[in-house]
């Protein structure tokens, strides 16, 4: 399965995805492409390093979000993307965008969704005084950080921590779940149930069934 990788920044989680790849963590997958919106992105030139294409598509002079994601559209199915992984993309995807890659994009968001979506949200969960925090990998749907969750993890939130303390601890976990739910969405070993994702064991089907609706 070719897999594309959308940035803005530092890239540590698209690192963390092209290494689970070359180590067969991913197993089945290829990163056909990394892309950015930001061509001063600085894991562009990281992707480029480990031999990955890294493509800055931009949205300069005028453009509208619709011609910026038509070029975006267009990189990906020229190289036959079927699975679009969002790692710290700054830009909300159009319904277009989404319904054109439905249930085929995932996102990390650093909180245990539905808390604290958007920007900051680790500045947002120590001024709400939350004692745990940690990341949530999610389909992307047409809400913000609101698509089904694929998995996620925990960190404690300490007296001490800052902002960016606590993004440091929830980066380390980022860096394992997102591999792990990737693996997971490209082997197709999951069911879903509305909003649930479970593993397809007949017993993690047997269960979420029971405890989903009444069968009673
Ligand atoms: C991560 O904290 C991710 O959860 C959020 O943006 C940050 C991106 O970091 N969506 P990086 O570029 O992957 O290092």
Same mark, same amino acid.
């Given at each position: 399965?070719?897999?594309?990788?959308?940035?803005?920044? %530092?890239?540590?989680?698209?690192?963390?995805?092209?290494?689970?790849?070359?180590? $067969?963590?991913?197993?089945?997958?290829?990163?056909?492409?990394? !892309?950015?919106?930001?061509?001063?992105?600085?894991?562009?030139?990281?992707?480029?390093?480990? $031999?990955?294409?890294?493509?800055?598509?931009?949205?300069?002079?005028?453009?509208?979000?619709?011609? /910026?994601?038509?070029?975006?559209?267009?990189?990906?199915?020229?190289?036959?993307?079927?699975?679009?992984?969002?790692?710290?993309?700054?830009?909300?995807?159009?319904?277009?965008?989404?319904?054109?890659? %439905?249930?085929?994009?995932?996102? &990390?968001?650093?909180?245990?969704?539905?808390?604290?979506?958007?920007?900051?949200?680790?500045? @947002?969960? !120590?001024? /709400?005084?939350?004692?745990?925090? $940690?990341?949530?990998?999610?389909?992307? +749907?047409?809400?913000?950080?609101?698509?089904?969750?694929?998995? @996620?993890? &925990?960190?404690?939130?300490? +007296?001490? +921590?800052?902002?960016?303390?606590?993004?440091?601890? !929830?980066?380390?976990?980022? /860096?394992?779940?997102?591999?792990?739910?990737?693996?997971?969405?490209?082997?197709?070993?999951?069911?879903?149930?509305?909003?649930?994702?479970?593993?397809?064991?007949? @017993?993690? !089907?047997?269960?979420?069934?029971?405890?989903?609706?009444?069968?009673?």
């Amino acid at each position: 399965m070719k897999l594309a990788i959308l940035i803005s920044g %530092r890239g540590s989680n698209m690192l963390a995805l092209a290494d689970a790849v070359r180590d $067969g963590r991913i197993a089945g997958a290829e990163v056909a492409v990394v !892309i950015s919106d930001r061509a001063s992105a600085a894991g562009l030139a990281l992707a480029a390093a480990r $031999g990955i294409e890294a493509l800055a598509i931009e949205r300069h002079g005028g453009r509208t979000r619709e011609e /910026h994601e038509r070029e975006m559209l267009e990189a990906l199915r020229t190289r036959g993307v079927e699975l679009v992984c969002l790692a710290g993309f700054m830009r909300l995807l159009s319904p277009q965008f989404v319904a054109a890659y %439905r249930g085929r994009i995932l996102n &990390i968001h650093p909180s245990l969704l539905p808390a604290f979506p958007g920007l900051d949200a680790q500045q @947002q969960a !120590i001024a /709400h005084g939350v004692k745990w925090s $940690g990341c949530t990998v999610h389909f992307v +749907d047409e809400t913000l950080d609101g698509g089904p969750i694929i998995t @996620q993890h &925990i960190v404690p939130v300490r +007296d001490e +921590d800052t902002a960016e303390i606590l993004a440091a601890r !929830i980066l380390v976990e980022e /860096h394992q779940a997102y591999p792990a739910a990737v693996a997971l969405v490209v082997s197709g070993n999951y069911k879903v149930f509305g909003r649930r994702i479970v593993r397809k064991t007949l @017993q993690g !089907i047997k269960e979420a069934i029971e405890n989903t609706f009444d069968v009673s």
